[in-house]
């Protein structure tokens, strides 16, 4: 077979952690636990994580992000000029403060030594074998730029930038160089994760960037631009995917609205691989914006919940995967969760079994509609 991702049944890449993750985790920053330690418990769950996602079929394995407090945030603090501390306030969710640190700049942004995730990678790759390959999740450039970008980090930024330009080409130059010393350690399989295509989608949440309806246009073609330039880095044997995500924290949300406005930029002219998509209920809307997927772009349809642990009707599901055929071909569609399980520590409201049984579901479902 094939090892390049997407696959017929796939998943995000985050999972729920083990309570003594947890726990390992918080005697470390006690100071209880030294980073020696607290790293031996991490290649334990890791391994375990690792061994069930094997037994369940899965031919994509992640790391579950369990070496990270949060999906995106970690990723920025290994690098140069990137500073966080203690939050007082959080970020806006849906019913819920996400209590995430507060992150900002503390001088140029760059990537002079080897990021920590290159490290996290090669324990992964490790388990590799002809059925399963390791698929390395990292924020999207466009993420890493939106977080000093708009006005709450700006404010910062532009103590070091004249211009947003100038943060982009730095941030850009920093992905390029994490990307080929993870192409050099052996990934071939990539995600970049990007919650602002589901900001500038919502007509509440686009006011975040602090610029009028009209111009999120102008916002999108800045992060497409970001993105595909570092795209246009990455070795031709590597796939590049990307995860749109409307946010995802202890089963809360930050945005809803469908991908109609975004649709012509990010589906038409994002040069990615596959899109994995949120389809999981009536906040993401209907599959017409399929249409506008350019090119041979597979789509990596959500339909599976994570942010409940009720299981979806089979028969329901089959019936929207046909639905969304009618605006791109089903051999260029693939079925997963429409988030991971657990984009920061906390996790979302469901059991590990819960976890599980939800990949089960889409495993079978893929298998009835594709064989």
């Known amino acids: 077979m094939d090892i390049k991702t997407p696959f017929r049944y796939d998943h995000v890449g985050s999972f729920l952690r083990p309570e003594y993750l947890k726990q390992a985790r918080a005697e470390f920053f006690d100071g209880k636990i030294t980073r020696d330690e607290l790293t031996a418990v991490e290649n334990k769950a890791i391994t375990e994580l690792v061994k069930k996602q094997k037994e369940l079929g899965y031919h994509a394995i992640t790391d579950g992000e369990f070496r990270r407090g949060s999906w995106h945030l970690d990723f920025m603090w290994a690098f140069d000029g990137v500073s966080h501390s203690a939050t007082d306030r959080g970020l806006p969710f849906h019913d819920e403060a996400a209590i995430l640190d507060d992150t900002y700049l503390t001088g140029k942004v760059g990537m002079t030594g080897v990021h920590p995730f290159v490290e996290h990678f090669k324990f992964l790759k490790q388990f590799e074998d002809e059925n399963t390959v390791v698929k390395q999740t990292i924020p999207a450039p466009a993420q890493f730029l939106a977080q000093f ?80 330039a570092v795209i246009a880095a990455v070795p031709a044997d590597m796939v590049v995917n990307t995860h749109i995500c409307r946010g ?124």
């Open 149 to 228: 970008a708009m006005p709450f980090g700006w404010k910062d930024a532009s103590e070091f930038y004249a211009t947003r330009e100038e943060l982009a080409k730095d941030i850009a130059e920093g992905y390029k160089k994490v990307i080929k010393d993870l192409y050099d350690a052996g990934c071939r399989n990539l995600q970049i994760d990007d919650c602002t295509w589901g900001m500038l989608a919502d007509r509440h949440g686009y006011k975040a960037y602090g610029v009028s309806w009209e111009d999120t246009k102008k916002v999108q073609e800045i992060h497409k631009d970001i993105n595909n």
């Open 248 to 371: 995802n924290y202890h089963s809360t949300y930050a945005n809803r609205g469908a991908y109609d406005p975004v649709a012509d930029i990010l589906l038409g002219e994002e040069n990615v691989n596959a899109f994995y998509l949120e389809f999981d209920d009536e906040r993401s809307g209907g599959f017409e914006p399929l249409a506008k997927v350019s090119g041979e772009k597979k789509v990596v349809l959500g339909l599976i919940t994570t942010k409940s642990p009720k299981l979806e009707n089979k028969d329901t599901v089959i019936k929207r995967i046909h639905q969304a055929a009618e605006y791109i071909p089903l051999d260029r569609l693939y079925l997963s969760p429409q988030c991971g399980f657990a984009s920061c520590e906390i996790g979302n409201k469901l059991t590990e079994e819960e976890q599980w049984a939800k990949l089960k579901l889409v495993k079978e479902i893929a298998e009835e509609v594709w064989g």
